[in-house]
């Protein structure tokens, strides 16, 4: 249940509880969420097999990029995708309005950093399975807190954490193993 750090805080509170001293065998109502959200984990993600030999498949190269325009109070994200199997490229892009965003991520300044992050879980949320199930995946970011939260998968942003755990859960179900990668935004393919 670790793979991609799934499961880390569940297993933080765990050990937590475990070692506190004087310990009562009650379990609160997070804890209780926390052993249940664990047994859904063993049941739903794929025993992960570690390659002793090198795979014939190339990685996917990956770049995902974000905006957010104050002046119109709208936000964009998109992403690039190189299959260098079968020599071809994938991109998305959507535009969301001030009441999408709102909805998604609440009252905000600035809505750049859960963009970024909603930009790389997109990838796998929108590429067929085909393409990425039991992939390497290099996957480039050019907003440095967006990539702090998906190499930790966490954050302590609400909805920053639960995009980067969606990403960490979609992953081990692919079971694709994504190395997370900076690039600044003038090199990044797929910059707003």
């Known amino acids: 249940a670790m793979f991609g750090k799934i499961g880390r805080a569940s297993l933080i509170l765990i050990r937590q509880r475990a070692t506190r001293p004087g310990s009562v065998h009650s379990l609160s109502d997070q804890l209780r969420d926390d052993l249940i ?3 859904h984990l063993v049941k739903v993600v794929p025993d992960f097999t570690a390659p002793v030999r090198s795979s ?7 770049w995902s990029d974000a905006m957010y325009a104050q ?10 995708v190189w299959c260098p199997q079968e020599r071809r490229f994938w991109h998305a892009h959507r535009i969301l309005d001030y009441p999408e965003l709102h909805r998604l ?9 859960p963009l970024e992050t909603l930009a790389a879980v997109a990838v796998l949320r929108s ?3 085909r393409v990425t199930r039991g992939r390497m995946i290099l996957h480039s970011v050019d907003n440095q807190g967006a990539l702090s939260n998906l190499i930790s998968c966490s954050s302590r942003d609400m909805s920053a954490a639960w995009l980067v755990h969606d990403y960490a859960l979609t992953s081990a179900t692919l079971g694709a193993g994504v190395w997370f990668e900076y690039v600044r935004s003038a090199a990044n393919i797929s910059d707003y």
Not at 105 to 113: A, H, L, S, T
């Open 56 to 62: 014939a498949r190339k990685p996917l190269l990956v």
């Open 105 to 113: 991520f609440g009252e905000r300044k600035n809505y750049i950093g």
């Open 37 to 39: 959200f664990l047994r």
């Open 71 to 80: 002046s119109s109070r709208t936000g964009g994200l998109g992403f690039v």
């Open 127 to 129: 590429m067929p399975s």
